[in-house]
């Protein structure tokens, strides 16, 4: 079986790359390596996938196409997991322009992609930032998302929007993943797990936004690998062929009593500064993950004790020996 993962050096995209090429796929990665956080941990993910004979990269970007296409046409692709784009909620406000060109123009680029080549089945990532502030939880598929506190939620919606109308005018197959704060070995440097345990090594102090009172659906990799997984297959059948999952753990924990585990892990602790609300956050994420465990019997297994030990374990082992 044969799939193209863009993002594929990214932090989800390794990770269910290196899953697949275990399990016997023929994985084309695809990622143009930028540096928007540090480029060594992209290289290193990427290293590690090279080994598998099975595993051809393509250094390239997903707002200039042409190449891209020619890959898919060559090999004649029909699956396409698309993780590639410009990540996080903070950076969207300094540089909304980076968010139009990957996340707008790109995810376009993959839609024409996929039509013209007669793709059998399209996942793409989405996110939980496109519910906004909500006060009714767990979060579900069918609630309101037409209300985004940034412009990565906004640029991320659009592409669900986006994929309907090709999966409407175009039949083409799309499935929207909406992931909940993913974490865990070779995760991004720019999230809030990352930063605390970086800190709390170097003793520095942690800043702790909304006074210390957001919650998040904290879901670990291999749950949220396990989750793709048991998607990649499912192709939505129904008369406009197209389908929206969250990708949670279905708990919602409080963003303290996170960092105090990674504490306990490391054995250190630190000071915290207790910060205001930031623009473009929001303030408590908590997952249904109803949906996906009917169709799929998606079922995640870590809680964060054991998530965080092997995130910890994992930063030790990287940065330390
Ligand atoms: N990690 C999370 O908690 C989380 C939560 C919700 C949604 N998501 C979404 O899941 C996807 C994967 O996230 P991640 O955490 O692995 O992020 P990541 O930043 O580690 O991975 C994204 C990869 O895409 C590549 N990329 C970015 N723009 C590109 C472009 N124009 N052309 C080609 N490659 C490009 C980057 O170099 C990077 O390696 C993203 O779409 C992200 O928005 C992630």
């Not at 899953?19 to 290193?44: A, H, P, Q, R, T």
């Not at 009172?213 to 793709?228: E, G, L, P, Q, W």
């Not at 000071?271 to 930031?278: E, G, R």
């Not at 929001?282 to 092997?310: D, E, F, L």
Request: aromatic fraction near 14%; glycine fraction near 6%.
């Amino acid at each position: 079986m044969k799939i193209l993962i863009t993002g594929s050096a990214g932090f989800i995209g390794f990770h269910i790359c290196k899953k697949l090429l275990e399990n016997g796929y023929k994985v084309f990665g695809i990622d143009n390596l930028n540096s928007y956080y540090d480029i060594n941990l992209k290289l290193d993910r990427n290293k590690i996938l090279k080994k598998y004979k099975n595993y051809l990269f393509l250094k390239s970007d997903i707002s200039k196409p042409e190449r891209i296409n020619n890959l898919v046409k060559k090999y004649k692709i029909k699956l396409i997991l698309h993780l590639a784009a410009q990540a996080g909620v903070r950076y969207s406000i300094e540089k909304p322009e980076k968010y139009f060109e990957s996340n707008i123009k790109g995810f376009f680029n993959i839609l024409e992609i996929s039509r013209k080549n007669k793709i059998n089945h399209l996942l793409f990532a989405s996110t939980s930032s496109v519910y906004g502030n909500k006060n009714k939880f767990p979060l579900k598929e069918g609630d309101r998302t037409d209300h985004p506190e940034s412009f990565y939620a906004a640029s991320k919606k659009s592409n669900e929007i986006m994929a309907y109308s090709y999966s409407s005018i175009y039949n083409l197959p799309c499935t929207g993943l909406r992931f909940f704060t993913v974490y865990g070995p070779y995760g991004r440097p720019d999230m809030a797990i990352f930063k605390f345990t970086e800190n709390i090594f170097n003793g520095k102090k942690v800043e702790l936004f909304n006074e210390g009172k957001h919650k998040r659906d904290f879901s670990y990799i291999d749950d949220i690998i396990d989750a793709i997984q048991l998607l990649v297959h499912k192709i939505p059948e129904k008369n406009i062929p197209f389908d929206i999952y969250n990708i949670g753990r279905g708990k919602s924990e409080s963003l303290l009593s996170f960092f105090k585990e990674i504490e306990k892990n490391i054995g250190k602790t630190v000071k915290l500064k207790y910060l205001s609300m930031q623009k473009g956050d929001v303030k408590k994420t908590h997952s249904s993950i109803t949906k996906i465990s009917k169709k799929t019997g998606y079922n995640p297994k870590k809680n964060i004790q054991a998530g965080i030990r092997n995130f910890v374990d994992w930063y030790k082992k990287y940065y330390f020996n």
